[in-house]
């Protein structure tokens, strides 16, 4: 299940732009079947960076954080191959991709919408000893 709905991804497609981007057959009716593929392979992409730090995969409850990366990463995933200017969509993509890559290090939450229990595995470890430090206030005093 993609962590982002048709819905969600037809609300930030403008109406002109759903035909050109899945009608490949020119039928005159945009395909939702290739929506719905380029949201999961978003989905597939985001559990990839978050699967280190979520103890199960695919989120029942996705955070809205990653509903919007999936979002973002779909409309790249469909936008690439229209041939408009894809500034604003290889930001989107960077972006998210960035923010993946911090969560999968630790250095930024997935997000906790307050729906349920938090996904994460663990905080962390703890450093409690290791080398003596060499500057203190003691052997700063007087400078």
């Known amino acids: 299940m993609p962590y ?10 403008p109406a002109r732009d759903l035909e050109l981007l899945t009608d490949f057959e020119r039928t005159g009716t945009p395909s939702d079947d290739r929506l719905v ?12 960076y978050i699967g280190k730090v979520v103890t199960s995969l695919p ?10 990366l999936c979002r973002d990463l779909a409309m790249h995933r469909l936008y690439v ?12 993509r960077k972006d998210a ?12 939450a997935i997000g906790d919408d307050g729906d349920g ?9 703890a450093m409690t000893d290791g080398p003596e430090r060499l500057i203190t206030r003691d052997s ?4």
Do not use: C, F, W
């Open 59 to 68: 989120l029942a409850e996705p955070p809205h954080l990653l509903t919007v």
């Open 97 to 108: 991709i960035e923010t993946l890559k911090a969560i999968r290090d630790g250095e930024t």
């Open 4 to 13: 982002a709905s048709l819905d969600q991804l037809k609300e930030v497609i």
């Open 117 to 125: 229990p938090s996904e994460l595995t663990s905080p962390g470890v």
């Open 81 to 92: 191959n229209l041939g408009h200017d894809m500034t604003t969509y290889q930001r989107l």
């Open 37 to 48: 593929r380029a949201l999961n392979d978003a989905t597939s992409e985001i559990n990839s």
């Open 140 to 143: 700063l005093k007087g400078y």
